[in-house]
């Protein structure tokens, strides 16, 4: 994590991810400007808190999407000429520009998202993702509560200072990075899904079974809903709904889960050395805390006590895989 602590806004202003512009101070300074950066390969999550009441002009850069929230002084912000609440966000293309009005000094988040990541998202969502967002800048009211996402992006922040190692493993950042997408896209687009999603060339039930049939190829392999889509050739709506309607339960959490039973079975087949944290970095995971809170509810026990009742291996196999 990057933090930069500052007098005056120049330094601030250079720093900040995803965008170019200039600040003009409306008012005079009363702290210091404070500036936190999560980076996690493609999408940097961004906590800022300005010294002053300030007017910002700038241009989103080229290879960036933002997705702008007040945290503070709501009602005295305005972005795009319309004044923000509690509930709405700011969104920003690539290369257009934007002015934000704030008359007391405020803090606010960010997510930048690379167009690459973007466009994925977009393709892997097709019937539900609203392809105009891709052209304009806009400000709306949240689909759903903001909670959600500020409390995600929170725990990100406090986990990239205390255990950076841990959420930056290749396969965690990336289940970091997706997690926060979604709950990024969740909040642009409607939560109400439409039957229309469900019109698709296959079968609802060729579907379900090329998910099962994934899930039970690879028992002991991190799963995420992305693969889920391409094996069944799919969209994450439609999927979510059939998951709901046939076992009763998302996809996402019928993949927590999978993953919490394949990890379960490698840390009873751990080798003699082998950590919780070796073992759920390898799963992407990257919320040690909560996982470990699922795993006691599912298991009854925590995730440490398990490794200290795994089995051993036998040594007739043990000495077959050499």
Do not use: K
Not at 12 to 19: K, Q
Not at 30 to 46: I, K, N, P, S, T
Not at 132 to 143: D, E, F, G, K, P
Not at 156 to 163: P, Q
Request: proline share 5%; aromatic share 10%.
């Amino acid at each position: 994590m990057s933090q930069l602590i500052c007098a005056d806004f120049d330094e601030f202003e250079e720093a900040l991810y995803g965008v170019e512009g200039h600040y003009v101070l409306r008012s005079r300074q009363q702290q210091d400007w404070r500036l936190r950066v999560v980076e996690l390969d493609g999408v940097a999550l961004m906590f800022g808190r300005e010294g002053a009441g300030t007017v910002y002009s700038g241009v989103g850069l080229p290879g960036f999407f933002n997705i702008f929230l007040p945290l503070s002084q709501h009602e005295c912000t305005v972005l795009g000429g319309q004044r923000l609440g509690r509930r709405v966000v700011g969104w920003m293309v690539p290369e257009a520009m934007f002015h934000i009005d704030a008359s007391q000094p405020s803090s606010w988040m960010t997510v930048a998202m690379s167009c690459e990541l973007v466009l994925r998202w977009a393709q892997q969502h097709e019937d539900e993702f609203d392809q105009s967002i891709l052209t304009r800048n806009m400000v709306c009211l949240a689909q759903q509560d903001l909670a959600p996402l500020i409390w995600l992006a929170l725990r990100l922040l406090r986990l990239d200072h205390s255990a950076p190692l841990e959420l930056h493993a290749p396969a965690a950042e990336c289940a970091a990075r997706s997690e926060l997408m979604d709950q990024v896209f969740r909040s642009l687009l409607p939560a109400t899904p439409t039957q229309a999603g469900l019109a698709t060339r296959q079968g609802h039930q060729q579907i379900m079974r090329r998910a099962l049939e994934l899930l039970d190829a690879m028992p002991d392999a991190p799963l995420f809903m992305a693969d889920l889509c391409r094996a069944c050739s799919t969209s994450e709506r439609t999927l979510r709904n059939l998951f709901t309607r046939y076992l009763g339960m998302s996809p996402h959490r019928y993949l927590m889960q999978h993953r919490l039973h394949a990890i379960r079975r490698a840390i009873l087949r751990a080798a003699p050395g082998e950590t919780i944290t070796d073992i759920c970095t390898r799963f992407g995971v990257w919320d040690f805390g909560r996982f470990a809170g699922f795993y006691r509810r599912y298991f009854g026990e925590l995730p440490s006590q398990s490794l200290r009742s795994r089995r051993p291996i036998p040594r007739a196999l043990s000495l077959s895989r050499h």
